[in-house]
């Protein structure tokens, strides 16, 4: 049988996320270009990256191995038709044929009749939600705020995701081009709406096809992120600096609202994405590539306030990024804070005395967020500055990611 070309992909995929790789990058250079075949692969990417849980567990009843034990190859054409035996609409016959065919074409053709035995007789596992993500921080999370509510969160990360946009200047008429393709509505943060934003569901597609893309009257962006770009304070004309930009969702976003952004990162190939997005958008942003570990920058002329979404693990953005899931280890938040604390006193030493400044991470563990902007303004680094306000959106009651956000104020 000849195998399908999108199936091909999603063991592609998933071999490399195995070696660390992100999810969405990997399928975007991996998935075919034909819209059918390309929407199997990140359908099936996704579906093994949110359900692996019950994956594995439906192998492991049926399998004389272990599927942590199997050959990388073997496990990811397993999980590719395991899925599709659990959740997807193909005949089992065919998606028994296909997983044989794509263990073969992943490097593993002496595994056909083990891979043929096992996804004969993989059945269907009733597992709780919470099965689908790690243990440690089901169980890190359950003594935060019980068992219940962790398993409605664990529930909602398993589902696909909408499409996050911030429209440009003209949110009516963004919500009405992207009502013709899809289901339109605002977007809310801790029961706050966002202004501008809008969650779309039911979209089919590649996402720079949509209306009004390509002329840049919106740009993707989740709630969230756009919530926490709202809490810079800023007048027309601010001098802002987003420290960790790229892509450069928030960087247009203090754009739009008046602000002349300097938009930092520290890869070059991610500025690049910024820069496309802004000269689409026509905003402003000037971007520069800066260190803010091994060579901090300090500007001739201090900056009216400063954004800084330091890099973090990420665990805020399960829902998304369900490969983050399997990635990280329990140590993985307090060995990030020892590289955001000096990226956040950096970036705040380029701010005037009475600025402001904005410190958030897309994860809501403490380790990167409050415990750590509490000890920071307790150093000698943070001594100037004065905590005005503080954001933790988690559990999740909306669909956009959790995050940890603080207003800090300069002393004069």
């Known amino acids: 049988m000849r195998l399908n070309p999108g199936r091909l992909a999603a063991g592609q995929v998933l071999l490399e996320v195995e070696q660390g790789r992100h999810a969405d990058r990997a399928l975007s250079r991996l998935a075919p270009p034909d819209g059918r075949d390309r929407a199997l692969a990140w359908q099936l990417v996704l579906g093994v990256l949110r359900h692996r849980g019950a994956i594995d567990g439906a192998i492991d009843a049926v399998s004389t191995r272990a599927v942590e034990t199997l050959d990388p190859p073997v496990r990811a054409a397993l999980r590719v038709a395991t899925w599709e035996r659990l959740y997807g609409r ?50 890190r999370w359950t003594e935060r705020v019980g068992a219940a509510a962790v398993e409605d969160w664990c529930a909602r990360n398993d589902q696909p995701a909408p499409l996050g946009v911030v429209a440009r200047d003209d949110p009516d008429g963004v919500a009405g081009m992207l009502g013709g393709v899809g289901r339109v509505r605002p977007a809310t943060v801790q ?18 096809a949509l209306p009004g893309f390509a002329d840049g009257a919106w740009w993707v962006m989740d709630p969230a992120s756009c919530a926490t770009a709202d809490l810079v304070p800023l007048t027309p004309g601010d001098r802002v600096l987003d420290a960790c930009a790229a892509p450069g969702g928030k960087a247009l976003r203090l754009a739009a609202r008046g602000a002349r952004v300097m938009a930092c990162d520290l890869s070059k190939d991610r500025l690049q994405v910024l820069k496309a997005n802004a000269r689409r958008t026509g905003l402003g942003p000037i971007a520069r590539q800066v260190d803010w570990l091994e060579a901090p920058w300090t500007p001739k002329v201090p900056f009216d306030a400063a954004l800084v979404d330091v890099p973090c693990t990420g ?8 490969e983050i899931r399997w990635a990280r280890q329990p140590t993985d938040p307090a060995a990030m804070a020892l590289r955001q604390a000096p990226i956040l006193s950096a970036a705040a030493a380029t701010v005037r005395p009475g600025g402001h400044l904005v410190y958030s991470v897309c994860s809501p563990e403490p380790e990167e967020g409050n415990t750590l902007v509490a000890a920071w303004v307790a150093s000698s680094a ?12 988690a559990p999740p009651v909306e669909d956009a990611d959790c995050f940890y956000a603080a207003l800090l104020e300069r002393a004069t």
Not at 383 to 388: A, G, M, P, Y
Request: glycine letters at 10%; a negative charge; zero cysteines.
């Open 90 to 139: 193909a005949p089992d016959h065919a998606v028994v044929d296909q997983g044989v065919a794509l263990a073969h074409a992943l490097g593993a053709p002496q595994a056909r009749g083990f891979a043929n035995a096992v996804l004969r007789r993989v059945a269907p596992v009733d597992v709780p939600a919470a099965q689908n993500h790690p243990a440690w921080w089901v169980s």
């Open 191 to 208: 029961g706050q709406a966002v202004p501008g934003a809008f969650l779309v569901d039911e979209l089919s597609g590649p996402v720079d």
């Open 315 to 322: 665990l805020g953005t399960l829902r998304r990024h369900p």
């Open 382 to 393: 943070g001594r100037d500055w004065t905590l005005v306000e503080e954001r933790l959106a």
